[in-house]
């Protein structure tokens, strides 16, 4: 724990880049997820969270286009951080474009968002989109990543991933 603090503290170090900053807040929440997962509801297979709204900085989407390949597109609903979740509805007819049959194809390199949503319950249910109906899924505490990362991106232009990467 106190050493994902320093790490998360040294990512906010004056002098590096934008770009270096979400890096290691990336990295640390892969070392966080990787712990926390085994003790999760979430499995390879199961793709309820990749059905539902994932916003994205510009200066992430940037660095999934280098690491995949992947035209980035300028976003056809961009909001600022301010601007809070985008109003657009996702669900199952909607998946992320980086579902492949199941799974996530750039899981490597998936968005802090993806990282930092772990379902800490011992069952997927709860995580089962239901139309018209919010179901509270009890998520590990990622606040500190989310807060840090909240930080350096304040300034960016954000977008659902499918509005970087359409298809």
């Not at 200066?59 to 035209?71: F, Q, S």
């Not at 989109?129 to 991106?153: E, H, K, W």
């Amino acid at each position: 724990m106190q050493e994902t603090q320093g790490l998360l503290d040294s990512a906010l170090a004056a002098g590096s880049s934008r770009t270096s900053k979400v890096m290691m807040i990336r990295h640390v929440a892969s070392r966080w997820s990787a712990a926390v997962t085994p003790f999760s509801a979430c499995r390879h297979g199961c793709a309820h969270c990749c059905h539902i709204a994932v916003s994205v900085p510009e200066v992430e989407a940037k660095l999934i286009a280098a690491k995949t390949g992947r035209r980035l597109q300028r976003p056809l609903r961009p909001r600022s951080l301010a601007d809070g979740a985008d109003e657009h509805d996702y669900g199952y007819d909607d998946p992320c474009v980086f579902l492949e049959g199941g799974r996530c194809s750039i899981y490597e390199h998936r968005p802090l968002a993806c990282r930092t949503l772990v379902n800490m319950d011992d069952s997927a249910v709860l995580c089962e989109l239901q139309q018209g109906m919010s179901v509270p899924v009890p998520y590990g505490n990622a606040i500190d990543m989310q807060g840090r990362f909240a930080l350096v991106t304040q300034m960016e232009t954000f977008a659902d991933i499918r509005d970087w990467f359409r298809l």
